[in-house]
């Protein structure tokens, strides 16, 4: 390790809990986050949400602090706390000054180990959330991501909402959430991670005799994703504006596709510079906005084009995204591009590393998604060695890839030629 990562130890605990900090000498501050392994693909039909059900729970209280005295507690250190749900994994965290870190892990460790999950806040925040969903469907963009993922992952865990629906949050009881939260919510299946100015030995002290007594819990078994998808679905709104996703299946978080794959997708929509911008947005003027996304998942990952433009330009912004696609494929990147490209991967990586909260989320989901705590210097090294034979490579693995539109908007399925767009939804 260099002398930068050589800050960051990384264990086991006795109780299964994984532990990965890094000390940051020139802080005062600290961010702590407890990362669970367990998301909406993990989640049962029926209880669809009940990870995002949790997010908003934990913080509710414990036996021994309620809701407010976590919150005045946090205040008056002059801490924050959130959380939030992905598709694999929940994370919740606290940032304060690195002299109130016992107060933080306590916070933490409490809610962890034993909160309250009571009949009342599940009914409040069962409210709270279905308001959400509702507000979500209101928002045609938004509308249209969700549905693209429902197109890609027809029939799967992965192609739901991660909010849930209203019947499933619906109809949710204390019970099911508590039954959820005891099968995942272990220490087998917890990162801890600490960043700032911290100490590996005290932080692990403290984390082992909290959870010793509630050992056990590993990572979900999860259901393979199948090989189809729904090449086009169309959501009929009286907007003003057509949203517009189109989705790629693409490479998992493990492949090693993904390293070229992550300098596409900059050159293809990533940045101001990127070929859909320039000819979408600064050369006609079709959009607004308009950019491509990669999104990595323990089998499998989707690459996908979003974009919002007026109705009559639908047909004209869809032929040039799929010409680039194409073209992409089947002549590669300029080496200008490849350059412009590994250059702002490499910064992106760098940045994200300015403060303890940012460092502190690299580590948990490095060693959650991985079981180790990837360098700096590692990932950048693998950005240097991306060519551009390997990123036409992955074009062409693109390009062929089962395809998806996704559209909401003031018109029909039969408004799109499928055929042209290349929306088979053939297996790969």
């Known amino acids: 390790m260099s002398s930068r990562a050589s800050a960051i130890q990384c264990e086991r605990l006795a109780s299964g809990v994984r532990l990965v900090t890094e000390r940051m000498r020139d802080v005062r501050s600290v961010a702590i986050g407890f990362w669970v392994g367990t998301g909406s693909r993990d989640e049962p039909a029926r209880l669809a949400g009940a990870s995002h ?10 036996p021994t602090r309620s809701a407010a005295a976590i919150a005045e507690a946090l205040d008056e250190v002059g801490g924050d706390c959130n ?10 965290y606290v940032r304060l000054l690195s002299e ?40 045609p963009a938004d509308l249209a991501a969700e549905t693209a993922m ?14 849930g629906d209203r019947e499933s949050v619906g109809a949710t009881t204390a019970a099911d959430i508590r039954g959820f939260f005891e099968e995942h919510y272990r220490p087998g299946n917890v990162v801890v991670s600490v ?16 959870f010793a007594a509630r050992p056990g819990g590993a990572a979900p078994v999860r259901e393979p994703v199948g090989p189809d998808v ?15 996703v189109l989705g790629m299946r693409s490479v998992s978080r493990f492949d090693e596709a993904r390293w070229p794959l992550a300098v596409l997708n900059v050159v293809l929509g990533g940045g101001l510079s990127s070929r859909l911008f320039q000819k979408v947005r600064e050369e006609r003027g079709l959009a607004y906005s308009i950019w491509s996304e990669r999104n990595g998942y323990f089998d499998t990952g ?22 680039e696609i194409e073209e992409l494929a089947s002549r590669g990147i300029t080496p200008r591009e490849l350059d412009v490209a590994k250059g702002n991967l490499r910064s992106e990586t760098l940045l994200s590393c300015e403060d303890s909260g940012a460092r502190m989320s690299r580590l948990g989901t490095s060693v959650l998604l991985y079981g180790r705590a990837w360098t700096i210097d590692e990932v950048l090294a693998h950005i240097d060695e991306v060519d551009a034979e390997a990123v036409q490579e992955v074009a062409r693995s693109l390009a062929a890839a089962p395809r998806t539109l996704a559209a909401v908007g003031p018109f029909d399925a039969d408004a799109f030629d499928g055929a042209a767009l290349g929306l088979t939804g053939r297996a790969a």
């Open 302 to 323: 989707c690459t996908t084009v979003s974009v919002g433009t007026a109705p009559e330009q639908v047909d004209q912004v869809l032929e040039i995204v799929t010409g």
């Open 150 to 163: 429902s197109a890609l992952f027809p029939g799967h865990p992965l192609g739901r909402d991660t909010l």
């Open 195 to 210: 960043a700032g100015d911290c100490n590996h030995e005290e932080v692990a002290a403290a984390l082992e005799r909290r």
């Open 53 to 62: 059900f949790l997010e908003h729970l934990l913080f509710k209280g414990t």
């Open 230 to 244: 729904d090449p086009l679905v169309v959501v009929r709104r009286p907007t003003e504006q057509a949203h517009l």
């Open 100 to 139: 109130h870190l016992r107060l933080g892990l306590d916070i933490l460790g409490d809610i962890m180990e034993e909160p309250s999950l009571s009949e009342h806040d599940v009914d409040a925040e069962r409210t709270v959330i279905l308001d959400e969903i509702l507000m979500h469907a209101d928002e």
């Open 83 to 92: 959380a939030f749900t992905t598709k694999e994994y929940t994370a919740f």
